[in-house]
């Protein structure tokens, strides 16, 4: 173990010798801690990290200077469209994509290492439950869409196949997630399909270039953006593994969208007939300030301009057919060939400049009480999972639509948006919707037929309730069969156990 000589002498250089200051007080075991988690700290990179955080925070925070000029939209040449292509287009792309899955070489990773603060949970988002009559929580939907994705193309190419899962956690979400999976025995995936992996953590930085304490034994650190994914992918020897099984393309994710497509075959297919090395779905913007970031091009070069960092009147511009100029939202479902994602961790990573996020980060003052700030008084250094797509030779964005793909889960209840209420019904209308067109009818909870509706509202609880199993239709397949011409209470639940007793013979 460091020595207390030598780790002082190394913050020294690093300018942060602050970090000791309640040595003195501090019992053996603390002390230990303090010097093992400090001794991880290289000191030039130390020092770098501080004086990048505090020149960043020096600048003007919010919209970037002069980027409105350099901001164009994506050529339409790089845009494909899933609803506004003729269904033999449309299935061309889902045939490759189920190919693909079923040659064993398609994996899914998810971004699972944030902390979920506009959330206010104290677990990973992907634990939460928002309300569904099955009462499954997000990382449950996720792995019965793996599940059957898997079976969809093991039925259609007569094979067996794996689509791994590859799951970035951070030193806050690694042991929760990890448990939480085997509390739920992986839900029925093979465990050593299932591949978590740790992002690394950054320290916390005060205005002036202060490494926080949030103890007198602990560095406040927070995990280094979902950009962090690139180091974690090194870190862990991940895109070995993949090399191992065989995979080429990757779809990564992020962990709030309840409507999220795991290794969609459309998705996948589209941008490898396109011969893509990087892509991006995205969804038209619902307003001006919606915070999602948008997909266009910087100097010609086709980036994410997150939404923190563009102005409102940018926001706002108004293309000729009068929908917003940057209208390509961002919705954090990218794809990457494994070649790509070879050539970012070797080459491109250094290349990534830092964001800043300014936070609220609980610390302990010069008297050694625990403060918990009303206002932000740190700096934390994230980068993002979307800035490697400069590098790509072939990058596409593929355009889907919001009510099939995304609701994402951001807010505490009772925000207006992006809530546990918004994420249960945008997937409960789906479900309403799928059925409707497979040719069921719904008793609402007084018994009564509901009204018949031209179109669902966009927002609000369908007419009956009817969740439907990943297990038993990912993206409203294969319905008919149990469906058709039938009358349910609402509410009702398709299972896989539901599924079977609706294929027995019925008594007349
Ligand atoms: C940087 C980024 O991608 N921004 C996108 C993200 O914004 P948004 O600001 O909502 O991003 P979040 O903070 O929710 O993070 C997105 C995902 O990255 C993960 N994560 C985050 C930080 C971290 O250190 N490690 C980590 O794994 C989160 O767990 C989550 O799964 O989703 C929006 C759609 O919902 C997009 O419009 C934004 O462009």
Known sequence: MASEQDVRARLQRAGQEHLLRFWAELAPESRAALLAELALLEPEALREHCRRAAEACARPHGPLPGL???????????????????????????????????????????????????????????????????????????????????????????????????????????????????????????PANVVMFEQRLLPAVTFDGKVILERKDKVAMAPDGNGGLYCALEDHKILEDMERRGVEFVHVYCVDNILVRLADPVFIGFCVLQGADCGAKVVEKAYPEEPVGVVCQVDGVPQVVEYSEISPDTAQLRASDGGLLYNAGNICNHFFTRGFLKAVTREFEPLLKPHVAVKKVPYVDEEGNLIKPLKPNGIKMEKFVFDVFRFAKNFVAFEVLREEEFSPLKNAEPADRDSPRTSRQALLAQHYRWALQAGARFLDAHGAWPPELPGLPPNGDPPAICEISPLVSYSGEGLEVYLQGREFQSPFILDEDQARELLQPQES
């Open 68 to 190: 409105a000029e350099r901001l164009r939209p994506l050529p339409a040449e790089r845009v494909g469209r899933a609803s506004r292509s003729d269904p033999e287009t449309r299935r061309r792309w889902e045939e490759e994509g189920f190919r693909q899955i079923a040659l064993n070489k398609v994996a899914v990773l998810l971004l699972a290492g944030g902390q979920g603060t506009r959330l206010g949970v104290t677990y990973p988002k992907g634990m939460y439950r928002v309300g569904l009559p099955s009462g499954k929580t997000l990382y449950q939907l996720q792995a019965e869409r793996i599940r059957r994705v898997e079976q969809l193309a093991g039925e259609r190419h007569g094979t067996c196949c794996t689509v791994p899962w590859y799951v970035m956690t951070s030193e806050f979400t690694l042991g929760p997630t990890a448990e939480f999976f085997r509390e739920h025995d992986f839900f029925h995936l093979d």
